[in-house]
Nanobody, 112 residues
Framework: QVQLVESGGGLVQAGGSLRLSCAAS?????MGWYRQATGRHRELVAR???????SYADSVKGRFTISRDNAKNTVYLQMNSLNVEDTAVYYC?????????WGTGTLLTVSS
């Protein structure tokens, strides 16, 4: 059984902060966050690899931080200085043997 469960989304004011969590079953390792806004394609937000190297989309660089707790097999996305443009459904992602796995998403809404 492969399972990815996102949590932590909600409604926040512009300029505020929020932390998303992705809890994964033990047979898979989450390594990325994606998001999809209404009418947009799903886009990569942040990645973290097995040796803690990270990468970010230009639109979130300097505001978002991805991290991992190996003991809990959980990946986090700390989001600061949120903008209305960050409003989207955020998805946790993992890749295993060439296949992509996804959670069902958590909604972030940023109000002006």
């Amino acid at each position: 059984q492969v399972q990815l469960v996102e949590s932590g989304g909600g409604l926040v004011q512009a300029g505020g902060s929020l932390r998303l969590s992705c809890a994964a079953s033990r047979n898979i390792v989450p390594m990325g966050w994606y998001r999809q806004a209404t009418g947009r394609h799903r886009e990569l937000v942040a990645r973290i690899d097995s040796i803690e190297r990270t990468s970010y989309a230009d639109s979130v660089k300097g505001r978002f931080t991805i991290s991992r707790d190996n003991a809990k097999n959980t990946v986090y996305l700390q989001m600061n200085s949120l903008n209305v443009e960050d409003t989207a459904v955020y998805y946790c992602n993992a890749v295993s043997f060439g296949l992509h796995y996804w959670g069902t998403g958590t909604l972030l809404t940023v109000s002006s």
